[in-house]
């Protein structure tokens, strides 16, 4: 694993890494690196993981980095999810701070400057995101507390310190399904310091072929179970106080209840069945009074 390393540029600002997960994203992805090669500022690299693509995508990656040596392209020689390509910009960033900006979204001009601006002496820098579904885009401004920045659970739309994130081996595991989730768990329960960003430039766009939008909804769901379950037995063997203990269950709740409710769709009633069981297993197994 490479360790972070301070390099700064000729004014002492920091550099940040950017990390870029691709996987058949060719529609998108010239939009993506365009809006972070053209950021303000300009201290970064960029981390594109090109994650077995089989269509242009490395194409487009490639040509922009021939243009723009801040760009690095890491290839998987098998594709093997979203939360593995991220692990694999973590790795080898050699930057003071990370932001992750999945291939089908993009950012506003200013958007690394304010993260580096907000962040100061915290952990992690939280934004507020900007929802874009064909024309239409919907502000999603965050609520400034403690206790609501860990309602967001996205890994975008946020700044991470690179030493806190390796000194607590905070990684997303491979897993393929909703792994936002169970990281943000984690980075939680390490206590990090939170600063907040009053910006709205991470633009959140709704692909219809996304992961997250297509493939076997009772399967995702029961991946993302499994997870909680895989979380849940993971800290059953540390004693929480008070907060973190709500601050678990309420998570739990949410997540499993929403992730339910969306891919609970269209899959009729017997399988739609399973899913509330499941949930209920889970929940009642480690907060048997939620």
């Known amino acids: 694993m490479v360790t972070s390393i301070d390099k700064q540029d000729d004014n002492g600002n920091p550099l940040v890494s950017v990390v870029v997960p691709i996987f058949n994203v060719e529609k998108y992805l010239r939009r993506c690196l365009e809006s972070i090669v053209g950021q303000s500022y300009a201290n970064i690299e960029i981390i594109c993981v090109d994650d077995a693509s089989e269509d242009d995508s490395a194409a487009i990656a490639n040509q922009i980095a021939e243009r723009d040596k801040r760009v690095h392209i890491v290839k998987h020689q098998n594709n093997k999810g979203l939360g593995a390509a991220r692990d694999t910009g973590v790795d080898i960033a050699t930057g003071s701070y990370i932001i992750f900006v999945d291939s089908d979204d993009y950012i506003g001009k200013e958007y690394v400057q304010l993260f580096v601006d907000a962040i100061s002496d915290a952990d992690i820098a939280i934004g507020g995101y900007t929802r874009q579904e064909g024309d239409t885009l919907t502000q999603q401004r965050l609520i400034q507390t403690y206790e609501q920045a860990w309602t967001y659970v996205s890994a975008c739309g946020k700044m991470f310190r690179t030493d806190f994130l390796k000194r607590n081996n905070l990684f997303f595991r491979n897993i393929r399904y909703y792994e936002d989730v169970p990281f943000n768990y984690r980075c939680m329960l390490c206590h990090p310091r939170i600063a907040f960003v009053d910006n709205l430039g991470y633009y959140y766009v709704l692909n219809p072929s996304s992961i997250t939008r297509s493939g076997n909804q009772e399967l995702k769901f029961l991946t993302y179970v499994?997870?909680?379950?895989?979380?849940?037995?993971?800290?059953?063997?540390?004693?929480?106080?008070?907060?973190?203990?709500?601050?678990?269950?309420?998570?739990?709740?949410?997540?499993?209840?929403?992730?339910?409710?969306?891919?609970?769709?269209?899959?009729?009633?017997?399988?739609?069945?399973?899913?509330?069981?499941?949930?209920?297993?889970?929940?009642?197994r480690f907060f048997p009074d939620y």
């Not at 540390?238 to 907060?243: A, I, M, S, T, V």
Request: net charge neutral; aromatic share 8%.
């Open 226 to 284: 499994d997870s909680h379950n895989k979380i849940g037995e993971e800290y059953s063997n540390f004693e929480l106080n008070e907060k973190d203990h709500s601050m678990l269950e309420y998570g739990f709740c949410q997540a499993l209840t929403i992730g339910m409710l969306v891919n609970i769709r269209h899959i009729g009633p017997k399988k739609a069945r399973r899913l509330y069981e499941e949930r209920k297993a889970c929940l009642s």
